[in-house]
């Protein structure tokens, strides 16, 4: 099966090569589609160079601009899965997700439609967070589980697998959210679509370069989204 890592970057010219390093360490037999929003630091330039490097293994996809996480991402989905993947991987660039959890990802999505990685199954594994950070990311799944009825421990990570059939079918035309919002979206629409969800522990580093990209109106839009979501059909 043809597998992908869908990987949206921003500013990641810092981190860029050191991900894709790890990425043929521990996953040599994947792909990986970075997903550039114009970076002004260059991280494209430097992507695009990587990948005439690569004997194929590496494409790029620009955007004219910054959009947003959601939009990245749905723009990624949708090129993957035109160029015919079967396994699609999503992960940040940063180093906050470490390849070496993917082989767990792929035992796992042979017999279920979405594998999330989680930072709390079976215990907390965030390394460099205080303890105001972690408070709210607990919140925030247990107020999307309150809402939603989705019973994950970990509603707002990154690190995914996908089977392509279960993004086809979901349909990335309709997803509506942006930023840390989308994460949860993706999650409720495989839930209410009725595909098989499993968790994998992950542990998440706090990036070492780079400036995160988490503000407030992104947690504000993320509070209010989770309602719309509930009431959506």
Partial sequence: MRVVIVVPTYNERENLPAFLEKVRQYAGGADVLIVDDNSPDGTGQLADALAAESGGRISVLHRRAKEGL?????????????????????????????????????ERIQDCGLVVGSRYVGGIRVVNWDFKRLLLSKAATLYVRAVTGMRLTDSTGGFKCWKAETLKSIGLERVFSNGYLFQIEMNYRVFRGGFRTAEVPIIFYERNLGRSKMDWRIILEALLGVIRLRLSR
């Fill in 70 to 106: 959601g939009r990245a991402y749905v723009a990624g989905f949708g090129r993957a899965l035109e160029m015919g993947y079967d396994i699609l991987l999503q992960m940040d660039a940063d180093l906050s997700h470490d390849p070496a959890s993917i082989p767990d990802f792929l």
